[in-house]
């Protein structure tokens, strides 16, 4: 096949995901032929080497054009379509992070750094006092640590509506911590997340006077999270998704950093989806992220597809490398075979036995870029990765594609009227089975662990 030919097969595949608002990105090999690199080379927009945490997984190339709006289908249409079946959608440019909060912004970097030294997290919320005060008040004693590798330090906070008043509204039970988002020493990725109540038991709680807490107590102490959670696009769509209004909490601020990033995980909660969480919305501020964003079947289906080349000889040293023994292969081959046991297994934390598939080298990475589902995102891009429960949801992997940490901020969704959640078990549903509960992590089984 002709090298234009082959790029084309690729980029036109008639199952390939077309993200709309995205650049079609596509993956490479230094020792692909002259000419092939030669055509990607004459439509390379931006090209990006993944490593994270020691391990290479390739090239990608996003190419130009931007991908062309689907005739005859408004693009709102698209994007509640993809709502619906928990697959990503990338708001190209939505923001300018320095619209009103580039003092802010730029002050991210300096906090990358300070919340490395002891301490450094109650010297940032500390300086935040003049906002936080009367109504959020600092604890003193020190909050325990929910992950001793990889915790930093949590604060607790306190909240009251009226502190003069004895008996008014009050929660003794926030908190933000920070931490590292993996151990290895070499990688300085970071995170810090704002919450309530005991960490992973209470991560699906349908508290909303607390979610709306920590709202107002994260919007405090970062103030552009308002550019996602005042932004009419954003809430627009996403109300008009939903039929209610939202509102976005627990939030997470990110520094990717070189050789970091997340491993593959999704956003849903041990819960039931009916009035649960709806899902998360990432703003990139500073730097670049690479990411591999897909609904959970449509990973589901390239588990499969990829079983499928190994069993037919293809990449014999991804075979030999991954399963040891013969009988671990035949076992993998016939747990692709069902489809839902692969869905089931893929919403297990660190996707369970198919994390080595996922999450192993280029081959993988590679056959996920090639059908569609890498995105590259800037300062300004806004990502929305849907949650419908366990078995709808958007599954994702990131790594740092900038040369210094990049800043981002995650927001998850709810509903600001949510209904309630349905009985135990649906109609019909065989109780041998039982609800997903199998497949729950510590609490927030998947949500920037990695």
């Excluded at 994007?79 to 730029?106: C, K, M």
């Excluded at 949590?154 to 929660?171: C, G």
């Excluded at 899902?279 to 501020?285: A, D, P, T, W």
């Excluded at 297994?345 to 036995?353: D, Q, S, Y």
Aim: with cysteine; aromatic share 8%.
């Amino acid at each position: 096949m002709a090298p234009d030919d082959l790029l084309a097969s690729i980029v036109d595949a008639p199952d390939r995901d077309r993200c709309p608002g995205a650049r079609p990105v596509v993956s490479y090999r230094d020792d692909d032929e002259a000419d092939y690199l030669s055509m990607i080379d004459a439509r390379a927009h931006e090209r990006v080497h993944l490593v994270r945490r020691g391990i290479d997984h390739g090239w990608l190339a996003e190419l130009d054009p931007p991908l062309a709006p689907i005739p005859g289908v408004p693009e709102n249409a698209q994007l509640a379509q993809r709502w619906h079946t928990g697959r990503p959608i990338l708001l190209r440019g939505l923001v300018d992070p320095r619209a009103g909060f580039a003092e802010e912004v730029a002050a991210r970097r300096r906090l990358h750094d300070e919340l490395k030294e002891p301490g450094g997290l109650r010297r940032f919320l500390k300086a935040q006092r003049s906002d936080l005060e009367p109504n959020y008040t600092l604890q003193a004693r020190p909050g325990s640590l929910y992950d001793e590798e990889r915790d930093l330090e949590r604060v607790l906070v306190s909240w009251v509506l009226r502190p003069e008043d004895p008996r008014s509204p009050r929660a003794k039970d926030l908190w933000v911590k920070s931490g590292w988002l993996s151990d290895r020493e070499d990688d300085e990725s970071l995170r810090m997340r704002f919450s309530f109540g005991r960490e992973g038991a209470d991560d699906a709680s349908r508290d909303v006077r607390r979610h709306r807490r920590i709202e107002e107590l994260a919007e405090m102490c970062l103030p552009e999270a308002a550019l996602v959670s005042d932004h009419p696009r954003v809430v627009g769509l996403l109300e008009s998704w939903l039929g209610d209004e939202v509102f976005f909490t627990q939030h997470i601020a990110y520094w990717n950093a070189p050789g970091g990033g997340a491993l593959f995980h999704h956003d849903a909660l041990d819960e039931r989806a009916i009035g649960g969480q709806k899902g998360v919305c990432y703003l990139q501020l500073t730097g670049s992220t690479a990411w591999l964003a897909l609904s959970i079947e449509d990973l589901t289906r390239r588990v499969i597809e990829f079983a499928e080349y190994l069993a037919e000889g293809e990449l014999a040293w991804v075979r030999e490398s991954t399963f040891r023994k013969p009988e671990a292969f035949a076992q993998f081959i016939k747990m692709t075979g069902n489809f839902k046991r692969v869905r089931r297994e893929l919403a297990k934390p660190g996707c369970g036995r198919l994390g080595r598939i996922v999450g192993r080298g280029p081959e993988f990475t590679s056959l996920l870029a090639d059908a569609g589902h890498a995105l590259i995102l800037r300062a300004g891009d806004v990502l929305i990765l849907p949650n419908h429960g366990y078995d709808c949801t958007a599954m994702h992997s990131v790594f740092c594609a900038s040369e210094e940490p990049g800043y981002a901020l995650s927001l998850a969704i709810r509903e600001s009227n949510p209904p309630p959640p349905p009985p135990e078990e649906y109609p019909g549903e065989d109780p041998s089975e039982g609800p997903p509960r199998t497949r729950r992590g510590r609490g927030r089984s998947s949500r920037g662990r990695d």
